[in-house]
């Protein structure tokens, strides 16, 4: 199974929003760590190493699990940094917790960062997300050498709303440093999705979570929208996506295929045809697995 991140919105008042989102159980088999220990050991007789819930920020809710490779090094290990979905308003870390493995036996050389961000509640909102997103990569950057990775090269990975924010990060701000992007399913343009919704709860739940409409805030929903910033100097970035997908209509990522082509950016758009969203099982998982182990082998150097 391939995690769960979407919600049905059951409820809403001027005090609460109530999401009811399903979603792999966690359970914390990892060492504590504290960002204050000594270094690691040198890296010629580093062996594999987990940590889980290191601090990332200030609030509760940015915490990171980290899973350093055997041999790893400043000089060849890459980072692959997982972002959960659950519709910007829930969900975890934990969504990735059964299939770290499966990253690790097919990209062997990375280092894998699966962190939480602030979910949209109260005063959380958009940018607040894309903000969290920010911040995990540039505590990897200022941590690298004590991890012993290579703190130019990172892959981001997100599933739905994940994605949107992975997409976001990787084209708006140009940092060199991210190599590549994988794309499940996300949302790519938000102006799109309000306007014409294939959802009658779509419009809702975008107007929760950046607190306002196209109509009051135009500008807010063109720069969360990752269609926005794509350029010839966007990273190389695999797409996939359900035929039948309910919550994220696969034009969402038709149309971001074509912003790249247009921008000559190297690319590839892999659509499953009967699979919904976010429930990806066998075949189509082992698949869209085998598609980001050579995209990332063929891309990132």
Same mark, same amino acid.
């Given at each position: 199974m391939l995690f769960c991140f979407y919600g049905m919105w059951i409820a809403h008042s001027r005090h609460s929003i109530k999401l009811v989102l399903p979603f792999l159980s966690f359970m914390n088999l990892f060492t504590s760590h504290k960002p204050n220990e000594k270094p690691l050991a040198e890296e010629k007789s580093l062996i594999e190493q987990?940590?889980?819930?290191?601090?990332? $920020?200030?609030?509760?809710? !940015?915490?990171?699990?980290?899973?350093?490779?055997?041999?790893?090094? *400043?000089?060849?290990?890459?980072?692959?940094?997982?972002? @959960?979905? #659950?519709?910007?308003?829930? #969900?975890?870390?934990?969504?990735?917790?059964?299939?770290? &493995?499966?990253f690790k036996k097919r990209l062997p050389d990375y280092a894998i960062f699966n962190f939480n961000y602030r979910l949209v509640?109260?005063?959380?909102?958009?940018?607040? !997300?894309?903000? +969290?997103?920010?911040?995990?990569?540039?505590?990897? *950057?200022?941590?690298? #050498?004590?991890?012993? *990775? =290579?703190? &130019?090269?990172? *892959?981001?990975?997100?599933?739905?709303? $994940?994605? @949107?924010?992975?997409?976001? !990060?990787?084209?708006?701000?140009? =940092?060199?440093?991210?190599?590549?992007?994988?794309?499940?399913? #996300?949302?790519? +343009?938000?102006?799109?999705?309000? !306007?014409?919704p294939w959802h009658p709860l779509v419009p809702l739940a975008l107007q929760m979570i950046t607190g306002t409409t196209p109509q009051k805030n135009r500008e807010l929903f063109a720069s969360s929208s990752p269609v926005t910033f794509v350029s010839p100097q966007s990273p190389p970035t695999l797409i996939l996506h359900g035929g039948k997908d309910e919550i994220v209509d696969v034009s969402q990522s038709k149309a971001l295929a074509a912003k790249l082509e247009e921008a000559g950016v190297v690319h590839q758009l892999e659509i499953y045809p009967s699979e919904r969203h976010g429930h990806w099982y066998g075949n189509a998982l082992i698949s869209s697995f085998d598609h980001i182990e050579k995209f990332l082998k063929q891309h990132v150097k």
């Open positions: 987990s940590f889980a819930n290191v601090h990332y $920020g200030k609030d509760g809710l !940015q915490i990171m699990d980290i899973f350093l490779p055997v041999h790893r090094s *400043v000089h060849h290990t890459k980072s692959l940094i997982l972002i @959960h979905g #659950g519709g910007w308003i829930s #969900g975890s870390k934990a969504e990735f917790s059964a299939h770290i &493995d499966s509640n109260g005063g959380n909102l958009f940018p607040t !997300q894309e903000n +969290d997103v920010k911040a995990a990569i540039d505590f990897i *950057v200022s941590n690298a #050498g004590k991890y012993h *990775v =290579n703190k &130019d090269k990172f *892959v981001l990975l997100g599933v739905s709303a $994940g994605a @949107h924010l992975s997409l976001l !990060q990787a084209y708006k701000y140009h =940092n060199p440093k991210i190599l590549a992007v994988v794309d499940y399913f #996300g949302p790519t +343009d938000l102006l799109a999705m309000y !306007q014409n």
